[in-house]
């Protein structure tokens, strides 16, 4: 008796432990064209299986150790940017989310920095067109809508249209407002060599393409090198705010050990911020290890303490890093195959330290990887990475102008 007693508390202790670790997805709404859901208490990003499947095209979203907190939450979610947004219970502890696109685009999901209970999917920045029983007022917009995507997006092969359907209209045109490009290492620092080509003249080149990119479309432009040039930590941190930019973006290329030069590649963005993540803390401390050369303890300090104190500064670099990171990765998949996304990623990078203002650090490939640093070196190649992070900082802008406005 007593032992069938033992057996049944620890059975309902079992339950009662397994219940506690389950997260309730309290609500989903769709705001500032993305999916945003709000979970009661702090949840893993990591453990959500994010696919892709085809005919018709999805993006799926499995969230484990998780459930609705009602049947009507996530329902009658609707949006111009979807066919249809379904959250359903999909298993008695897996929580479900579809979103069927008809086509394909460079989804980011992320966890905004300071609210370790959401997680926002990004909507796609195209529009669908509307089925029959819509409106016929709803219809002309829309109609309207995608004959000037068709005005503004040159014709492409069919497995190439869907990352071109962004329409320029809605990004935010410069009015002279200044981003600082700051093209890595230079002068004695090589930065990392591969197949015997040297970080320093790939983001050198990428950054001034960057450059025309931008004034092309209404902004000023700093670099903080036009030649190969080595500049000290104290150069490159205030920089920004001394020229009272908007936006400070570094341009970097990445690098492993000979082990690894096969397998790892792809496009990463990072903002400022502490990491555990081993990968974020190597990247950061290879490149650290040449801005900090000859720093002074005193100044190690004050860069901190400036850090610390521009905690608004690193929810904005996180938003800019998103819009960058997905612009890249839409122009070079319109034109390649096998663009990995590193995904948008934290670190301490003194190089990002000084400014507040909003400012990202892009590594925009591996030179270590034959194939990528292949690519890197080819003008088109450059060219769709500068568009991308060009792109990316009007997205922001116009975000930035349109949450103001709200």
């Given at each position: 008796?007593?032992?069938?007693?033992?057996?049944?508390?620890?059975?309902?202790?079992?339950?009662?432990?397994?219940?506690?670790?389950?997260?309730?997805?309290?609500?989903?709404?769709?705001?500032?064209?993305?999916?945003?859901?709000h979970f009661n208490k702090t949840y893993n990003k990591s453990k959500i299986h994010h696919f892709t499947l085809r005919h018709p095209y999805r993006e799926i979203f499995d969230i484990p150790h998780a459930r609705l907190k009602n049947r009507y939450t996530g329902k009658h979610l609707h949006s111009v940017h979807c066919r249809s947004i379904r959250v359903s219970q999909y298993k008695p502890n897996t929580v479900r989310v579809v979103l069927e696109t008809g086509r394909g685009y460079a989804c980011s999901p992320y966890r905004p920095l300071l609210s370790?209970?959401?997680?926002?999917?990004?909507?796609?920045?195209?529009?669908?067109?509307?089925?029959?029983?819509?409106?016929?007022?709803?219809?002309k917009t829309v109609i309207m809508h995608q004959r000037i995507s068709h005005k503004h997006t040159k014709q492409k092969s069919p497995h190439t249209y869907a990352y071109m359907m962004d329409i320029p209209k809605v990004y935010h045109q410069g009015r002279g407002e200044l981003v600082v490009i700051d093209p890595g290492h230079g002068g004695h620092d090589t930065?990392?060599?591969?197949?015997?080509?040297?970080?320093?003249?790939?983001?050198l080149q990428i950054a001034k393409r960057v450059e025309k990119q931008l004034k092309k479309r209404g902004f000023r432009v700093y670099m903080t090198r036009h030649t190969d040039i080595f500049?000290?930590?104290?150069?490159?941190?205030?920089?920004?705010?001394?020229?009272?930019?908007?936006?400070?973006?570094?341009?970097?290329?990445?690098?492993?050990?000979?082990?690894?030069?096969?397998?790892?590649?792809?496009?990463?963005?990072?903002?400022?911020?502490?990491t555990r993540d081993a990968k974020s803390q190597r990247i950061a401390?290879?490149?650290?290890?040449?801005?900090?050369?000859?720093?002074?303890?005193?100044?190690?300090?004050?860069?901190?303490?400036?850090?610390?104190?521009?905690?608004?500064?690193?929810?904005?670099?996180?938003?800019?890093?998103?819009?960058?990171?997905?612009r890249i990765l839409a122009n070079l998949r319109a034109h390649y195959r096998?663009?990995?996304?590193?995904?948008?990623?934290?670190?301490?990078?003194?190089v990002l330290v000084g400014a507040s203002r909003p400012s990202i650090l892009v590594e925009v490939g591996?030179?270590?990887?034959?194939?990528?640093?292949?690519?890197?070196?080819?003008?088109?190649?450059?060219?769709?990475?500068?568009?991308?992070?060009?792109?990316?900082?009007?997205?922001?802008?116009?975000?930035?102008?349109?949450?103001i406005e709200l």
């Open positions: 008796m007593k032992r069938i007693l033992l057996l049944w508390v620890l059975l309902c202790s079992f339950v009662v432990l397994h219940a506690a670790s389950v997260a309730i997805l309290e609500k989903a709404e769709v705001k500032k064209g993305e999916l945003r859901l370790y209970k959401s997680y926002h999917i990004p909507l796609p920045p195209f529009t669908i067109k509307p089925s029959k029983h819509v409106s016929h007022k709803k219809t930065g990392a060599i591969g197949g015997g080509k040297r970080e320093k003249d790939l983001v500049l000290k930590l104290p150069q490159r941190t205030h920089i920004a705010d001394m020229k009272k930019a908007r936006i400070f973006v570094s341009i970097h290329a990445n690098s492993v050990p000979k082990s690894k030069r096969n397998v790892a590649q792809g496009v990463e963005t990072f903002y400022l911020q502490k401390a290879r490149e650290n290890a040449a801005v900090l050369k000859g720093a002074s303890s005193s100044l190690s300090k004050k860069v901190i303490i400036d850090s610390v104190l521009a905690g608004p500064k690193i929810v904005e670099s996180n938003k800019l890093a998103i819009d960058v990171q997905r096998g663009v990995r996304d590193g995904g948008v990623r934290h670190a301490p990078f003194w591996y030179i270590s990887h034959p194939r990528e640093r292949k690519r890197l070196f080819t003008p088109a190649y450059q060219e769709q990475i500068a568009k991308g992070i060009a792109e990316g900082v009007q997205r922001y802008l116009a975000n930035r102008k349109r949450e």
